[in-house]
């Protein structure tokens, strides 16, 4: 099951598209490694919406993806496979973003037992595409409803990485005997379920942007900041940090907090341009 789509490589293109699929909908560059102001898709409520976020086809994309708006949780299913035949699978629920409408990357999630129907579309997918290697297939899924709706397969892992190799899942190993032309350890495995993972940077740098904006207060600041805290004291695995070599998760950390020679340079050459302001012209 996928929500109505559409391709758009012109504005006028954009914007009849977006009528034949319907709003709301959400529009996402066909390059994922692009961005639209700054966000990975973004959500369209109707036609004085669609003009007034995009009036003019954005810079650097060749192609959009239109689709008609699903509700829902994203799942992710981590996978291994030869020759269209999955042995490796792990599902995992995107619980919070670092953005707030839902888009955007995530920052907590938690891997589950396998969903039955998910299992199906994914191994569907797999065998129509003969496919070879590791993927990342995500759906949503509507709590209420049950409604699913495919969103993309990936040919990689990316960020999340960490969540199937701590769950058990051996997919590096894969990768590298495919890039020496060795044969594949295809044992079927399922990843372990009940992992809860977080990436406390991007959580911490999305309060910090936020606050910057002006889009919450202080205290609502502070909220989001001991809660991302106390995620990252109960999650079993951190997508930037690992006790055995920690100082790449800890410099990524510090770089949230303000530079204070920086600061305390730009306050000064401020009150220097006040006083000279007060003491008047030179003559």
Avoid at 208 to 229: M, Y
Wanted: aromatic share 8%; hydrophobic share 40%.
């Amino acid at each position: 099951p996928t929500a109505a789509f559409a391709f758009a490589q012109t504005r006028s293109q954009l914007a009849e598209k977006s009528r034949q699929v319907g709003f709301p909908l959400v529009i996402r560059p066909q390059d994922s490694n692009l961005r639209l102001d700054g966000k990975k898709a973004l959500f369209i409520e109707d036609e004085d919406d669609l003009s007034r976020q995009l009036p003019h086809w954005p810079a650097r994309q060749k192609g959009l993806i239109i689709q008609k708006k699903a509700p829902g949780k994203r799942h992710n299913i981590y996978f291994g496979a030869q020759a269209g035949k999955m042995f490796r699978y792990l599902h995992a629920v995107i619980l919070r973003t670092d953005m707030k409408d839902g888009s955007g990357l995530a920052v907590e999630g938690i891997t589950v037992e396998p969903d039955p129907k998910l299992q199906r579309f994914t191994a569907t997918l797999v065998e129509r595409l003969n496919y070879t290697g590791i993927g990342c297939a995500q759906y949503l899924v509507d709590d209420e409803t049950g409604d699913i709706s495919f969103l993309e397969i990936n040919p990689r892992i990316a960020g999340n990485h960490a969540v199937p190799e701590y769950a058990g899942l051996n997919l590096s190993p894969i990768l590298i005997d495919m890039a020496r032309n060795q044969p594949l350890n295809t044992r079927h495995l399922y990843g372990r379920t009940g992992v809860r993972y977080i990436w406390t940077y991007g959580d911490l740098l999305d309060g910090k942007n936020t606050w910057l904006r002006r889009e919450i207060g202080s205290f609502a600041t502070v909220g989001r900041f001991l809660r991302a805290i106390c995620a990252g004291i109960r999650a079993h695995v951190h997508m930037s940090y690992v006790w055995y070599d920690p100082k790449p998760g800890i410099m990524s950390l510090l770089s949230l907090t303000p530079n204070w020679r920086r600061l305390i340079s730009r306050l000064a050459n401020k009150e220097r341009g006040t006083i000279r302001a007060q003491a008047g012209p030179p003559n």
